[in-house]
């Protein structure tokens, strides 16, 4: 999300909890992430730690996922917010006075001019058709800053806005190139992308079995007002 990790620590000092920070280096790549969280989660295991708690709400992939990746650790996965509507979170983030600023936007989501606003009524009443209300679908990131549980405020400033673009991804990382053939591991899987422009784009997917038959699956963005950041398929 682009938060500086200074950042991270003082949000724990002001609430009073501690923070672990996982390192990714070298690569940042997924082989770098499985290691470092493999490391993570034994020192918390050997700590007597046995539950892991998740702020998701519906994606059932991403619930999955943490589920297969924690249980053979025998570390339960704890959901708090699951089952809830996303309106019923949002009405009770607004009621605990946390104070949050947007810091990161799926560009194809909500516009640049979303960076920076504070997560209010305002803000509720002025998200487009078609983004969810938290956030969950990734078309924004937050900083939270005071309120609840901070003793004091964080003080921050923020920078100019900048437009990164990614290539389509699979939910492991592994970056697809044209024309290109990858095996599917799993039934389930999730392409990640994020257009250049706010012109028309897309892409074609073609999804072939074992037994040589194939399914052509077709994304647009940006064409009209319902688009997508991230689908699954099965």
Known sequence: HGIPTELLRAQADRIGIPLHTVDLTPKGDMEDYSAAMDRAVRRYREEGVTHFIFGDIFLHDVRSYREKQLSPYGITV??????????????????????????????DRLGRDFIGR????????????????????????????????????????????????????????????????????????????????????????????????????????NADNDKEDGYGTE
């Open 118 to 221: 504070r997560i209010d009524e305002t803000f509720v009443r002025d998200l487009p058709d078609g983004v969810d209300v938290c956030g969950e679908n990734g078309e924004y990131h937050t900083f939270c800053y005071a309120g609840g549980p901070f003793r004091t405020p964080v003080q921050f400033a923020l920078g100019e806005p900048l437009q990164r673009s990614y290539p389509v991804k699979l939910d492991d990382g592994t970056a697809l190139l044209p024309n290109d053939r990858y095996p599917l591991e799993k039934e389930t899987f999730r392409l990640y992308y994020t257009p250049l422009s706010d012109e028309q784009s897309g892409f074609t997917v073609w999804v072939e079995d074992s037994d040589g038959q194939a399914v052509e699956l077709e994304f647009d963005f």
């Open 78 to 107: 704890v959901e708090p917010l699951w089952g809830k509507s996303s309106a019923e979170i949002m009405r009770e983030f607004l009621a605990s006075g946390l104070q949050t600023v947007i810091v990161t936007t799926t560009a």
